[in-house]
């Protein structure tokens, strides 16, 4: 009894020691080594959420909830990156700083072609954020109503920004979580909707002119998953393979996903302009990995475009404040193209990778089970799934292992040995995501340094999770039956 004691001592010393020279390490290099190649990250400190996505004149703005002091969350403020394609980002100013009514808590953003604001002119459009202002004087005082939403608009393509005069535009009616306002323009009303987080449930609001707001309904406080909060909602209308218009709704919720801590639902229904119907009762997730959260779409994507364009922030609250990077933290996921497919007489969301990611990789080239990787950042495609199970291993010379499997009914990613997990021991974890009853034949899964997120079918089941290997996983592994293919990445300009 006592030499186990001693023994087991032994061997935790050992282990706990290595984890604490692993981390030293990762501090002396500030975590760079897991900062992705292309996903989108902060030039520097805290990221969370993305807000205000909005395509402009050629650009897609990417804004997101940042504390440029800090490398955990703070006093949030509004960073600001363009894009022409999503995948290479040029980091801008911060647009919005806190002032006196508060932090910058995530929104949206919008083009105000009508002009219904009065902040611009027919021929130069205001592009008018929408978000919400967290008191945190208030917040420590112990009142309810510290959260009430705000706007800001730029004439000049979002360098610039002025905040409303006479802000907030949506005052507190005494709810503590009232917040993350989604903003689009209703053509068949002739009007703005808002979609609102509420504490356990959804309030819809309409406008005239961004300023002046009229509650129309509230929904889901019997409906969906409410094992936390409600955050970060959407909605959009998207069209399935048949034809069938619907509309979707997003709404984040934290903790109560289905790996703990955060994720986020989705609801298929229709929406009159004034309320939301959802078509059933099945509670649906955009993602089954841990670590996709706060993901919205972007606004004003041309007609002639006409994609649903998604984006999520890559952590989780569970400990999205200690994972070792230093220099930054937190990357996006890749942007997916989200469509609407009936299988079986269900809907389902697919998260589908745009295209504008193909020009990232390279060829695509066979490889055999066992194969060295030259790469930290790459794609594997597996095609020609048998039906029975299948196993694809991603590991290290250090005996680190990341394993991504399907059984007949589950697919599954084992983190559990993928790398340094010490930081919060909800991270080493197996993540199980169910399967549609139809024949699963592809999987496409994006890997950089420390993410990897796996599609099932053209993402008509989608797992995003975080790694951190000490060492870039160098080779892979696979069961028989599948043919597996890897596209290496080429070049990203991402300035830091
Ligand atoms: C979601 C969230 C939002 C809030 C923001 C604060 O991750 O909690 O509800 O606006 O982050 O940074």
């Not at 219904?116 to 008018?128: E, H, L, Q, R, S």
């Not at 984006?311 to 890749?334: C, D, E």
């Not at 990787?373 to 029975?388: E, H, M, Q, S, T």
């Not at 997120?453 to 870039?472: C, K, M, R, S, Y």
């Amino acid at each position: 009894m006592k030499y186990s004691t001693i023994l087991f001592a032994i061997i935790f010393y050992g282990c706990a020691s290595t984890i604490k020279q692993e981390e030293s390490l990762q501090s002396t290099s500030g975590g760079e080594e897991y900062r992705p190649v292309y996903h989108f990250t902060p030039s520097g400190n805290w990221m969370n959420d993305p807000n205000g996505m909005v395509y402009f004149k050629g650009e897609y703005h990417l804004f997101y909830q940042h504390y440029p002091d800090s490398n955990v969350w703070g006093p949030m403020h509004w960073g600001h990156a363009v894009s022409t394609d999503m995948v290479n980002w040029e980091h801008l100013p911060i647009a919005l700083y806190p002032d006196s009514l508060g932090y910058i808590f995530s929104g949206s953003a919008v083009i105000d072609w009508q002009n219904t604001t009065g902040f611009g002119t027919a021929d130069n459009p205001a592009m008018v954020a929408i978000y919400t202002y967290h008191d945190p004087v208030g917040a420590d005082s112990g009142a309810v109503d510290f959260q009430y939403q705000g706007i800001a608009y730029s004439l000049d393509k979002g360098r610039s920004w002025t905040k409303y005069k006479n802000n907030p535009v949506l005052p507190n009616p005494g709810i503590i979580d009232f917040r993350d306002p989604k903003v689009f323009w209703n053509e068949s009303f002739g009007q703005w909707t808002m979609i609102l987080a509420v504490k356990d449930h959804i309030n819809l609001y309409s406008s005239p002119n961004l300023v002046d707001w009229t509650l129309e309904s509230e929904f889901g406080q019997t409906i969906g998953a409410h094992g936390g909060v409600w955050e970060c909602p959407d909605l959009f209308q998207l069209t399935d393979q048949n034809g069938l218009a619907q509309w979707v709704m997003l709404v984040s919720i934290n903790p109560g996903g289905p790996q703990g801590g955060s994720a986020t639902q989705y609801f298929v229904g229709d929406f009159d302009g004034s309320v939301f119907t959802p078509a059933d009762t099945v509670t649906r997730w955009v993602d089954h990995g841990a670590d996709n959260y706060a993901g919205v779409t972007w606004s004003d994507v041309p007609q002639s475009d006409g994609r649903r364009l998604f984006l999520g922030w890559m952590s989780n609250w569970q400990y999205a404040n200690v994972v070792p990077t230093y220099n930054w933290r937190s990357a996006m996921t890749i942007p997916r193209e989200l469509k609407l497919k009936t299988i079986e007489g269900k809907p389902i969301l697919q998260s589908v990778p745009v295209a504008e990611l193909e020009t990232l990789f390279g060829d695509i080239q066979l490889v055999g089970s066992g194969v060295k990787i030259g790469a930290d950042a790459f794609r594997v495609d597996v095609y020609g799934l048998p039906d029975k199970d299948f196993e694809l291993v991603l590991s290290n010379a250090k005996a680190e292992r990341l394993v991504i499997a399907l059984n007949s009914n589950e697919l599954i990613v084992d983190r559990t040995a993928a790398g340094i997990s010490s930081f919060e021991k909800a991270f080493s974890a197996v993540h199980r995501a169910p399967l549609p009853a139809v024949g699963i034949d592809r999987l496409q899964i994006y890997v950089d340094r420390a993410s990897v997120e796996v599609f099932v079918n053209d993402g008509q089941v989608v797992l995003t999770d975080l790694v951190f290997p000490t060492e870039p996983y160098n080779t892979i592994t696979y069961s028989n039956g599948a043919k597996v293919g890897i596209a290496p990445v080429k070049t990203v300009s991402q300035e830091l």
